[in-house]
């Protein structure tokens, strides 16, 4: 006996092949963040979109906000796809992200190639997350195509493309949800391993510069040396670690806060004394850490580290502040789909877990919704080589992703 879910299955595998295509005239349009130009990505998914008959919304952002952000141009996109009438029942998003890294060095494959090689697809974003963008399509879809065919469904499903993961968010999910645009009751974003993620650590990133003054180095004593304070601030830092280890977290999947330098920039030649460092920081936090108190310890550590420089002035400034992503109740709904059709399609239990990453996905539990992370990603991060050299996407994870959030929504809205 075919069972709606056969119907399903059965259409993904017949438009495979124009799914494939579609991720990879995705890919072929760079989206690197910084410096972030992101609209001709979003003009390009639209055209796409509206070959299949989809019409997409383009919300951009006002060029002083996302000029003052850093970057040069957001337009998010919308497409609403009512299965039912009004209030009949819930309104599902799928949020996947365009904007990712600049590709860096070390490819063996072109970046924006879009090329398949023994079964994957390879360029930047192939996996995080335009990859999403095509099994969240493609589930909604075949979801129609079953409709058409006669299966009774309700609610609706809105397909969430957006620009600014790479930046926090706050321009992307963040602008859409503070301008009223979208309301939905349950939200399933982009994927990057088998897992059902529920959570995920926060992040605090700091820009931190030491003033001191130059001299030349034949007469150090004339100056003050930023770089032997950012060498103690630095020492201090790294020390925090320890102190870091000992806050573990519940939820499985994330173990304990850390801290990481990631840039340092300063001097201006051999023989000239350092007259100012900057440095870059990162904190993840547990989603059992208070952001606010976070950030007080961290400035409490460098104000008191540098107060023993003297003749060194100090300055910072926040650069991002994400809060993490807890489990809302009403997530089980998603959680329990997703598993259960994980493990049919795959055949293997896809477990429930928390992620040291962080994303914009708690944008929208911060606003009250439900949501889960899952999608076309790979078993492990690490494996689709995401933000790394050679970054590319097994396509048959494609397909079976796509299966399961197909089935997933049939479940919610039949």
């Known amino acids: 006996m075919t069972t709606p879910y056969d119907t399903l299955d059965a259409w993904i595998d017949a438009h495979f092949d124009e799914q494939v295509r579609f991720l990879q005239a995705l890919v072929r349009v760079p989206t690197d963040t910084p410096p972030g130009n992101n609209a001709p990505h979003a003009e390009r998914t639209t055209e796409l979109l509206a070959g299949m008959g989809y019409t997409a919304e383009a919300h951009a952002v006002p060029e002083a906000e996302v000029r003052a952000y850093g970057l040069q141009s957001v337009t998010n996109l919308i497409v609403r796809r009512p299965f039912g009438a009004p209030g009949s029942g819930p309104v599902i998003a799928l949020n996947a992200h365009g904007d990712v890294v600049p ?51 309700k609610g609706g499903v809105e397909l969430h493309f957006t620009y600014d993961e790479e930046f926090g968010g706050e321009l992307g999910p963040g602008w859409l949800l503070a301008k009223g645009i979208t309301k939905p009751d349950l939200l399933i974003a982009a994927g990057f391993s088998y897992q059902v993620v529920t959570a995920h650590n926060g992040c605090l990133q700091m820009e931190v510069t030491l003033h001191g003054t130059a001299s030349h180095a034949a007469y150090p004593h004339t100056g003050v040396d930023a770089l032997q304070a950012a060498n103690k601030l630095l020492s201090a830092l790294y020390a925090h670690n320890d102190v870091l280890r000992t806050r573990r977290s519940q939820v499985t999947g994330i173990n304990h806060p850390y801290l990481n330098v990631g840039r340092i920039e300063g001097g201006s030649n051999t023989n ?29 550590l460098i104000e008191t580290t540098v107060a023993q420089c003297p003749g060194i002035r100090l300055e910072i400034r926040r650069l991002v502040l994400a809060n993490a992503l807890k489990p809302l109740p009403g997530n089980r709904v998603l959680v329990d789909a997703i598993q259960r059709h994980g493990q049919a399609v795959f055949g293997e239990p896809i477990p429930e ?5 962080y994303t914009d996905v708690r944008l929208y539990g911060e606003r009250g919704v439900p949501a889960v992370i899952y999608g076309a990603g790979p078993r492990t991060v690490l494996e689709s080589n995401a933000k790394r050299a050679d970054e590319h996407l097994v396509l048959e994870d494609l397909r079976r992703a796509t299966k399961v959030i197909a089935r997933t929504l049939l479940d919610l809205l039949k």
Not at 272 to 285: F, S
Request: avoid cysteine; proline fraction near 7%.
């Open 272 to 300: 000239v004394v350092p007259g100012k460092v900057v440095i870059k920081l990162d904190r993840r936090m547990i989603p059992e850490e208070d952001s606010a108190a976070v950030e007080a310890e961290v400035r409490q």
């Open 353 to 357: 877990s928390g992620t040291p990453l």
């Open 103 to 153: 590709p860096g060095d070390g490819w063996t494959h072109d970046p924006y190639g879009g090329e398949i090689e023994d079964g994957k697809l390879y360029g930047r974003a192939a996996a995080v997350s335009k990859s999403d963008f095509a099994s969240f399509t493609f589930a909604v879809r075949a979801l129609e195509a079953l409709r058409e065919a006669g299966t009774p469904l």
